[in-house]
């Protein structure tokens, strides 16, 4: 017997069919088929801030491939805005396509290998942080830890680097967890006379406060799209001196994480002279909002950026004073961009930020990390850097805590707040 023959047209109608027969046992999900919502906040926690107009307009044009010219002159201008920004003239600036964790990944991944000695400044949360990712690329971590409250002193750090001896020192120079500012000035030279490598975490604290990466002799440093710049979170900027290069160049084994290699992400930028390669398919939308977020702050300069927090801080200081709380950083120490309220006695924090954002929609953020349920923490980056949003978070808390708790009594010399 002949096989029997049937049509390409039988063939596909039959195929189609054992499709629709198929059981497919998970349903397309109902909520899906509700509108987007997206409600207008207020971000006056330790970030996200808001965006500027101009970050989300730019936000909304058409994607573009990863290595288009278009996309390529986009990571060049980003290039040379953070250079301005970091106040670096290094060639290896360029962002990974990561929140700040992956800043503090990268420079960690690429600066050790196992059993190198790493010194971590512990100012709060974010040196606990490193530590842990320290020691999970095989470091031998060791800790300097500031009093509570207060950022380390010069005295403090040299005596570690004398006992410890590191090829490595982390710090972070505004710990959104306490609201703490470490000074810089004359740590970079400490590190070079020891031999040791200078990490900066700048998340938190760029644009809000003088930083000098060059003058200030640091060897890596990276910072936050989302905090003062105003743009999204997701991609990161980072920059390494050719002090960090060199040491990358003398490791004995490769960087543990392909995705963070300093030198495969920096050819796909661009830095090093050679050809640009394909590393990873970066987000181009991304892209245009920090570009024009960096776009912003370098056509209002960074002595302007600055004065500019540091303004609103100091209104925010005076006007939480006066209602009679008690800040948590020492007076020498606090960050511009991140203040920490002590929570008062019987005050419960999460009823009053719940009620600022139920009743406000406006964001007023507890505690992290050493402390969780010890303060409130009020941010005032980018665009929720005015006097008037200043004066819109001091009513809403002040609102918020009697709210919560009637009897509370504040300092009349602000009952007209």
Request: charged share 20%; with cysteine; hydrophobic share 40%.
């Amino acid at each position: 017997m002949g096989l029997i023959k049937t049509s390409p047209q039988r063939r596909k109608t039959a195929y189609h069919s054992r499709l629709r027969a198929m059981e497919y046992r998970v349903s397309a999900p109902e909520v899906l088929r509700e509108p987007l919502v997206v409600p207008e906040k207020l971000l006056m926690g330790p970030g996200p801030s808001n965006a500027h107009p101009r970050v989300l307009e730019a936000m909304s044009r058409p994607i573009l491939g990863h290595l288009h010219p278009e996309t390529l002159k986009i990571m060049d201008d980003i290039k040379a805005g953070m250079r301005y920004l970091f106040q670096t003239n290094n060639a290896a600036t360029f962002c990974l396509s990561a929140s700040g964790h992956g800043g503090m990944e990268a420079t960690l991944c690429n600066l050790l290998e196992d059993g190198d000695v790493v010194l971590i400044g512990h100012t709060g949360h974010w040196g606990d942080r490193a530590a842990d990712m320290a020691s999970r690329y095989g470091a031998d971590v060791h800790m300097v830890r500031a009093t509570s409250g207060s950022s380390l002193t010069l005295a403090e750090i040299r005596k570690a680097l004398e006992t410890h001896r590191p090829s490595v020192l982390f710090l972070t120079q505004g710990d959104s967890s306490t609201g703490v500012q470490q000074g810089l000035e004359g740590v970079g030279a400490l590190c070079r006379a020891n031999d040791c490598l200078l990490i900066v975490d700048t998340v938190a604290s760029l644009g809000g406060t003088p930083f000098h990466m060059d003058r200030w002799e640091i060897d890596a440093c990276y910072t936050g799209s989302q905090k003062v710049l105003g743009a999204p979170p997701g991609i990161t900027p980072i920059s390494f001196n050719h002090r960090a290069v060199e040491r990358y160049q003398r490791r004995q084994t490769k960087v543990k994480v392909y995705y963070w290699d300093m030198f495969l992400v920096g050819d796909y930028w661009g830095c090093f002279g050679r050809p640009r390669i394909y590393h990873h398919t970066i987000s181009s939308t991304l892209l245009y909002g920090l570009r024009e977020a960096i776009a912003i702050a370098c056509e209002e300069s960074i002595p302007s950026l600055i004065s500019r927090h540091q303004d609103c801080a100091k209104r925010l200081y005076d006007g939480l004073l006066a209602m009679g709380f008690e800040l948590y950083a020492q007076e020498r120490d606090r960050l511009a961009t991140v203040t920490t309220i002590r929570v008062p006695t019987g005050v419960d924090w999460l009823q009053v930020s719940q009620h600022a954002m139920k009743t406000f929609l406006v964001e007023i953020s507890g505690g992290l990390g050493p402390t969780a349920g010890q303060v409130f923490r009020i941010g005032l980056m980018g665009q929720n850097a005015t006097s008037e949003r200043v004066d819109r978070v001091l009513q809403v808390f002040r609102e918020s805590v009697k709210a919560v708790k009637p009897d509370f009594v504040f300092r009349k010399s602000t009952s007209k707040m």
